[in-house]
């Protein structure tokens, strides 16, 4: 199914609303333009990609208007709140690029797909809440919560957060949706945010509250592809040693032996890095070539061997 030229690329949902903004929607399509312009460049030099993409902030304001409006409408669930990102970035993402394209006139249709994932139900997951989500709750309004059901823990002295299961990716549900259209020469838009959350019961789907780590879902979709190549975008311009210090050192190249080590290390934060560089691994332990991270303002430069972070085998 994949060919020399087929990738995934993987945006980054913190990418589309940077630290300090308000997230009015102009500043969104601003950014996903960034973002999709090196994208659009590469695929009129004959790239082949799938496109994922993260949720961060915009599922976190979906969830604070399920708050600010509940008493007025029902709020929802976060898996449907997933499902809801997913359409709105999704668009976006289809806009900006396909723009980008016709700018450079090349013709090619973008479809966006509603992904669901499953997970199992017996996840270990599922009984470690680890992945906080949603707006900051007061002492009061946590306490609320906490005794209606909610996981949550203090963040500083920002107050409470949501706290919910990140079980791991077993199967794209719409995977030969993704991969017909991916055969007829579109671009498809899948899996955004991890994917929608759903057990099977019975041989029927359940949506679940989770969240599903994006990048170990981006490998997922990747590897059920047959596509061998993956392009990490995100807010840093490659992989580090000493982040945050003032000797830091970007890597230009890393095999997995040195991955695993330097996560071993803990050169690799859980809440920066990590997941990136360990989704890398496996990705490449199951069959795949070649990993690269970098950030959407360097991205041809990276695919070029002039920046960016390449992970190997």
């Not at 008493?71 to 929802?76: D, F, G, N, Q, T």
């Not at 590897?223 to 490659?238: A, F, K, Q, W, Y």
């Amino acid at each position: 199914m994949a060919s020399d030229n087929s990738v995934l690329i993987a945006l980054g949902g913190n990418a589309l609303i940077l630290p300090g903004e308000k997230g009015y929607i102009e500043e969104q399509f601003a950014h996903t333009d960034a973002c999709t312009w090196p994208i659009a460049e590469l695929i009129g030099r004959g790239l082949r990609p799938v496109i994922t993409h993260g949720n961060g902030p915009i599922v976190g304001n979906i969830l604070l208007q399920n708050e600010c409006a509940k008493a007025y409408i029902p709020p929802m669930p976060l898996y449907i709140c997933v499902a809801d990102s997913q359409g709105g970035i999704g668009a976006m993402v289809a806009e900006s690029l396909g723009n980008g394209l016709g700018r450079l006139g090349v013709r090619r249709s973008i479809s966006t797909v509603i992904t669901h994932v499953v997970v199992h139900a017996d996840d270990p997951a599922f009984g470690e809440f680890t992945k906080p989500v949603g707006p900051y709750y007061s002492d009061d309004a946590a306490q609320r919560y906490m005794e209606g059901g909610w996981k949550m823990r203090k963040v500083a002295e920002r107050g409470w957060r949501r706290l919910v299961p990140s079980p791991r990716p077993q199967r794209i549900v719409e995977i030969e949706t993704v991969a017909t259209l991916f055969r007829s020469g579109i671009i498809p838009i899948a899996s955004g945010g991890g994917g929608i959350p759903v057990i099977e019961e019975g041989g029927l789907l359940k949506g679940i509250d989770a969240v599903i780590d994006k990048d170990l879902s981006a490998g997922l979709l990747a590897h059920e592809l047959g596509i061998e190549r993956s392009v990490v975008l995100t807010d840093v311009d490659g992989v580090y040693l000493g982040w945050g210090t003032k000797d830091r050192e970007r890597l230009a190249s890393l095999t997995v032996e040195q991955a695993k080590r330097y996560l071993f290390e803990g050169q690799f934060p859980v809440g920066s890095m990590g997941p990136k560089i360990d989704a890398a691994v496996r990705f490449l332990e199951s069959g795949g070539k070649e990993v690269l991270i970098a950030g959407p303002q360097n991205l041809i430069e990276a695919w070029e061997g002039r920046g960016g972070t390449r992970i190997v085998c």
